[in-house]
């Protein structure tokens, strides 16, 4: 039987305080906005004091050089990023960047090979690099920081051997050459950009896309979120790990690729810049955790462009450089603690 009398006591019954709802989806809201966004607030303080301090700093001319600077960090960023989304690290980068460089003029200049083929070979053997940092984490369980440490000093020791610590120009028989030496160098007629920048974006892109909209992005993240619990689902969480550490390898050789199509030609002492330094601190700044699972491709690029500008703001006000590097270890510094107070109070 129904018990008609419930219905009256139902209908009567005080409706929930909106207001009270309202205010706390407003405090939830800015709170968010706040952790999910401090990388890009930061960014934007940080152009708006600059351009304060120094007018030089919004002329067209710092804005190129501060873009064109950043086109291989870009790219190192990104795959630094997906190597931390499984847990991982990746201190190799420097040394393969500095081994695409000087694998491209080698192959060119040296022993004369068509420029496609070049590149596609110093690829492939900068992911080859990448293959053994993988296989050695994901299949073999050892820890990523010895892993790549110790190919950082053998990528270092390849890049010596390979060009006997030489200055090569990017020279050869091949037709392509100067144009590609020209795309390297020059910038769009219309806004001044290099068009090393374009490629660059377009590949970024090209990332942001895979890691945010594909199973291999949700997975790569879960690998470092959750390892136990995808590996309960039947997902062999090695051959993400493995994938990221190729990619890493790969990017950071086609970054060095582009250093020397940006100068026309390759040093060894390329493989001795703070490309590993400044990637991880990026990914960091840009709200990425050292522990995995966290970490987005555009706010990789905010931090790249943090760093930058910081860096940029220094050469403006003519601060040496090993002052720039104590200014940036404080950097990373602030970055690790700020999201280790995050996470402290999200795990509340």
């Not at 209908?11 to 890009?40: C, E, Q, W, Y």
């Not at 690829?123 to 053994?132: D, E, M, N, T, V």
């Not at 896309?209 to 949700?218: D, E, N, P, Q, V």
């Amino acid at each position: 039987m129904f018990n008609f009398n419930e219905g009256p006591e139902r209908l009567t019954k005080p409706p929930p305080d909106r207001s009270k709802i309202s205010v706390g989806a407003r405090k939830m809201t800015l709170r968010s906005f706040l952790i999910n966004h401090n990388a890009l607030l930061i960014l934007i303080l940080l152009i708006i004091g600059s351009a304060i301090w120094s007018p030089i700093f919004l002329s067209s001319n710092n804005i190129v050089n501060i873009l064109r600077q950043q086109v291989s960090f870009l790219l190192v960023g990104v795959g630094i990023l997906i190597v931390m989304l499984t847990g991982g690290i990746d201190l190799s980068v420097a040394s393969i960047v500095g081994l695409g460089s000087v694998l491209l003029t080698e192959f060119v200049a040296m022993n004369d090979l068509p420029l496609i083929p070049a590149i596609l070979i110093t690829l492939l053997a900068c992911a080859a690099l990448g293959a053994i940092n993988g296989f050695l984490v994901a299949f073999l369980k050892m820890a990523p920081f010895i892993v790549t440490l110790a190919m950082s000093f053998a990528g270092l020791g390849l890049v010596f051997i390979v060009t006997g610590g030489a200055f090569r120009m990017l020279t050869g028989s091949d037709p392509l050459i100067p144009g590609f030496i020209e795309f390297g160098m020059a910038n769009d007629p219309v806004f001044g950009i290099p068009w090393r920048v374009y490629v660059s974006a377009f590949i970024v892109i090209i990332f942001w896309l895979i890691m945010a909209y594909t199973s291999f992005g949700r997975m790569t993240k879960a690998v470092g979120s959750n390892p136990a619990a995808v590996s309960l689902a039947g997902i062999d969480i090695r051959k993400y790990q493995f994938l990221a550490y190729v990619i890493c390898a790969f990017l950071s050789g086609l970054a060095g690729i582009l250093v020397t199509a940006g100068a026309g030609s390759s040093a060894p002492t390329t493989a001795q810049g703070d490309w590993a330094m400044t990637s991880i601190a990026a990914v960091i700044i840009g709200g990425g955790s050292i522990s995995g699972g966290k970490g987005t491709v555009p706010y990789t690029v905010v931090g790249i462009f943090i760093m930058a500008v910081i860096g940029n703001i220094m050469n403006l006000a003519s601060v040496p450089a090993h002052p720039q590097w104590v200014v940036r270890a404080i950097v990373i510094i602030l970055a690790i603690f700020l999201r280790s107070v995050i996470a402290s109070k999200d795990s509340r």
